[in-house]
């Protein structure tokens, strides 16, 4: 019998939709990859303040560098909005020329209740507008009391420490309930100052900011500060949930080491509504969402330091802002992003007779948009730059999914997918409009506004997916897909060809300029993708292999600019600078292996010990240009050796990671050479209490981060090739952690 998960005692504290219950025991759902929970999660707290960081032992996944809480991530090459990442079934965009609010970055790991990912095909239910993998998290559900007579109190609160950056923070969750009603407060906070790479690190620009005395390793426009809130109330009756919640976020300042620019205010208000209901025929689940997101960048401390002569140029690092501003006294450069994001989803779960389950659904998304860059002085001068003026990108959209046994070794699901994409933006101006403006301000506005905006594109997405049981010992999963996404509103809008312009709109940290195509059409993704799982019945070892290979339609790359103000001879031929790029449509394949495995090592009065360990290997290539594609992790393997002796766990970890010699010629990308890495880890747990402790790459051994873009965290950035190009950011250094968790 197949049915939707059924709701116990307990009802609503452990629901989820998409898990299936096949008598009484639950079954792998098709397309998602491996799931953490709280305690796996949890164990991670004192570690990562990155929610994004939580999934780097994920086979199939890496992650983009970016600011210390804010990391991208990438599934099979395939990154940022290529993915479909949802919060509590809320699809949050990005606002911010830089990507620098991802949707994972709202939440704080203490808030997560369960984080799952689809590595390699994800059912149509799971999302459309995306051509990659999707990553779900989900906050807590509410609890409630088993009886009338009780009233459920419960909370947990934890702090931690980590040595290399001075990072700290801590984290409060408290909730009570009745047998109907519940009530809930989480809040987090994190802080860290700049961190410092392993030995050996010599930044070549180092100079130190005013007042600051910069250690030789340190890393540049590292340092973060973030403040999480969310409010819950829930209400349960027979059989139905309501749900809402009040989500806040303030970010004073994140620094990004492989930006030009740095967040130096970020706040998100949200407010989720949800309904759950329980009926004869399924499931239905039904939201309504609002997200308002208010985002500020200038320089940060490390950028700043040469700014502030009366000349508003280079010279004197004496970083006081001459005033007022004027044509020829610049400081700073405020960039302002305001985004407001309401949408609608509803998906039944509707038992189709005995052994298969049917999922329909739609959703409605409305995402508004303005970036714009006030007057600083100089350049800058004397208007506002409208870098983005009254984006608007709608999502309608619709799907059906049916799931069932076909057999008593085959399970298969075949989903469609339609989603409607519109996307317009309105006129917009440089700074200066007087005919002559520097970097073809004037013509550039003047040549947007003259087009025709407005795009409207329909995609259909389609999957198959199916499981073979074909022994005790043996499993494997099929899948093929087509998956389309629409470009995003800096791709397709964003529109001046000066470099100093250009080098602000850049959601890859490789330095780069880039410009809008509002002539980009979507991506169509077809992959296919098989799942070997080996293992004996009781699961003492296992050996799972995932190859995957997938060909992109219109890849949305760049290619270097042709005509414009930044488009010059030395532009197109560089190979040893950074340079200015135009959005194109080209065609793309990825392909490459997951390979993961775990085996018990043996019980003995010493303990239990284990090993697991991942391999990930993915090449990335633009079949119309022949080159590589950017930001493709090399070749890395992870072995973890576990020790559980009581209420004692620890690991050692090995990390291995091979050179990354691949590179993207267009964008002039920085190869890292190999590294290797060791981690040590341990946990004590009580009752009511976890401690944990430990130490990041034990040998303070120095390396460079395969995709952490270009390093551009010290000195001044606005001027493309101002800074030194070819140098990589480098990875942290020794770092020892500690962290408790107390509930109660
Ligand atoms: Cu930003």
Redesign the pocket.
């Known amino acids: 019998m197949l049915c939707s998960a059924t709701w116990g005692a307990q009802a609503f504290a452990q629901t989820t939709l998409n898990e299936v219950v096949v008598n009484g025991q639950r079954i792998q759902e098709l397309g998602a990859g491996e799931q953490l929970d709280r305690a796996a999660i949890s164990a991670q707290q004192a570690i990562t303040r990155d929610t994004a960081n939580l999934l780097r032992d994920v086979p199939g996944v890496s992650l983009y560098g970016a600011g210390g809480v804010s990391s991208l991530p990438a599934i099979h090459g395939l990154a940022d909005d290529r993915l479909r990442i949802s919060v509590d079934g809320m699809d949050f965009v990005a606002s ?3 990507h ?1 609010n991802p949707p994972l970055s709202y939440l704080d790991p203490s808030h997560v209740a369960k984080i799952k990912v689809y590595a390699g095909i994800a059912p149509v239910s799971v999302g459309g507008d995306s051509i990659g993998g999707a990553i779900v998290a989900e906050t807590a559900p509410p609890e409630f009391a088993r009886s009338s007579e009780q009233v459920l109190t419960k909370g947990e609160a934890g702090v931690f420490v980590r040595s290399n950056n001075n990072a700290q923070g801590g984290n409060l969750a408290v909730s009570v309930a009745s047998e109907s009603t519940s009530l809930s407060y989480s809040g987090a906070f994190a802080k860290a100052d700049n961190y410092r790479a392993g030995s050996n690190f010599k930044s070549s620009t180092a100079t130190g900011r005013v007042g600051h005395t910069v250690f030789l390793d340190e890393v540049a426009s590292t340092a973060y500060e973030s403040k999480t809130h969310t409010l819950g109330f829930a209400m349960r009756g027979e059989g139905h949930l309501l749900e809402a919640k009040l989500g806040y976020q303030n970010v004073p300042y994140q620094l990004y080491p492989n930006q030009r ?1 740095d ?1 130096l205010d970020n706040e998100q208000q949200r407010l989720n509504l949800r309904y759950l209901g329980q009926f004869a025929w399924g499931q239905l689940d039904a939201r309504a969402y609002q997200e308002k997101v208010d ?1 500020f ?1 200038d320089f940060g401390a490390d950028k700043r330091m040469w700014y502030g002569t009366a000349s508003g140029g280079s010279g004197v690092a004496n970083g006081n802002p001459c005033t007022p501003i004027s044509a020829t006294c610049a400081y700073g450069m405020p960039m302002y ?1 305001a985004s407001r994001t309401s949408g609608v989803n509803v998906k039944a779960d509707i038992d189709w007779g005995d052994d298969e389950l049917l999922r329909l659904g739609a959703l409605y998304q409305s995402y508004a948009l303005n970036d714009w860059w006030p007057p600083s002085g100089s350049g800058m001068w004397p208007g506002t730059f409208d870098n983005i003026k009254d984006g608007q990108r709608d999502r309608l959209g619709i799907f059906g999914e049916w799931e069932g046994r076909l057999s008593s070794q085959w399970t298969g699901l075949l989903g469609a997918r339609y989603e409607r994409v519109l996307s317009n933006a309105g006129n917009v101006q440089g700074y200066n409009t007087a005919v002559g403006a520097m970097g073809n301000q004037v013509v550039d506005a003047t040549a947007f506004n003259s087009q025709d905006r407005a795009r409207r594109d329909h995609n259909v997405d389609l999957t198959a997916l199916a499981r073979h049981s074909a022994s005790a010992t043996l499993d494997m999963e099929l899948g093929l897909a087509r998956k389309v996404r629409s470009p995003n509103l800096y791709e397709r809008y964003t529109w001046s060809t000066w470099s100093m312009a250009a080098v602000m709109n850049n959601f890859v940290g490789d330095g780069n300029g880039y410009i809008g195509n509002p002539d980009l059409k979507p991506e169509k993704a077809y992959t296919a993708s098989v799942t070997l799982d080996w293992h004996d019945a009781e699961r003492t070892w296992g050996l799972k292999a995932t190859p995957y290979y997938t060909y992109v339609v219109d890849y949305i790359d760049a290619v270097r600019c042709s005509s414009g103000s930044a488009c010059t001879v030395a532009n197109s031929s560089t190979s040893n600078q950074f340079v200015t790029l135009r959005y194109a449509n080209q065609n793309a394949r990825l392909y490459g292996l997951d390979l993961s495995g775990h085996m018990d090592l043996g019980h003995s009065a010493y303990g239990v010990w284990g090993l697991k360990g991942v391999l990930n290997y993915t090449k990335g290539e633009n079949q119309s240009t022949g080159g590589n594609l950017y930001n493709i992790m090399p070749l890395n393997v992870k072995l973890t050796l576990s020790h559980q002796y009581d209420a004692w766990a620890s690991s050692l970890e090995v990390v291995g990671v091979q050179k990354k010699s691949d590179v993207s010629a267009v964008r002039n990308e920085i190869a890292t050479g190999g590294y290797g890495l060791l981690n040590l880890r341990s946990s004590y747990s009580w009752r009511r209490m976890r401690l944990d402790v430990g130490v990041e790459n034990l040998f303070n051994k120095f390396y460079y981060l395969p995709l952490g873009g270009a390093y551009t965290g010290q000195g001044t950035t606005m001027s493309i090739n101002g800074i030194p190009w070819g140098i990589a950011v480098p990875g942290m250094g020794r770092s020892l952690y500690a962290g408790v968790t107390v509930t109660f």
């Open positions: 911010c020329p830089n620098m620019m967040m985002h960048m992003t």
